[in-house]
């Protein structure tokens, strides 16, 4: 069973930083594709970014929206994924979740193929 643990989300004001953190079980960042969904009140759980380790180099990729903004990256040794996030709006607010994928969310990056999820970590930026 794949555990997923989020942390580091908060309250910020717009502009603001904030680093979440995913903690995963045993060889979890090794086996799968590791990623950050969101859901904002009223709104599906869409796709932040995803980071694969393949032997000793990572792929990352990230949505639209967060380009330029949000950096996704993993320390295989640690097993946490790491979520970067500035310049944030208060458009970014929602709960955060991390996710793991064993093949990966290709093109569609639906959440209903995810075959994991941590428990969500609360991010509210205030204008």
């Known amino acids: 069973q794949v555990q997923l643990v989020e942390s580091g989300g908060g309250s910020v004001q717009a502009g603001g930083s904030l680093r979440l953190s995913c903690a995963t079980s045993?060889?979890?960042?090794?086996?799968?594709?590791m990623g950050w969904f969101r859901q904002a009140p009223g709104k599906e759980r869409e796709f932040v970014a995803a980071?694969?380790?393949?032997?000793?180099?990572?792929?990352?990729e990230t949505a639209d929206s967060a380009k330029g903004r949000f950096t996704i990256s993993g320390d295989n040794a640690k097993n946490t994924v790491y979520l970067q996030m500035n310049s944030l709006e208060p458009e970014d607010t929602a709960v955060y979740y991390c996710?793991?994928?064993?093949?990966?969310?290709?093109?569609?990056?639906?959440?209903?193929?995810?075959?994991?999820w941590g428990q969500g970590t609360q991010v509210t930026v205030s204008s």
């Open positions: 996710a793991a994928k064993r093949t990966g969310w290709g093109t569609e990056r639906r959440p209903s193929e995810t075959d994991y």
């Open positions: 045993g060889r979890t960042f090794s086996a799968y594709a």
């Open positions: 980071i694969r380790r393949i032997v000793y180099t990572y792929y990352a």
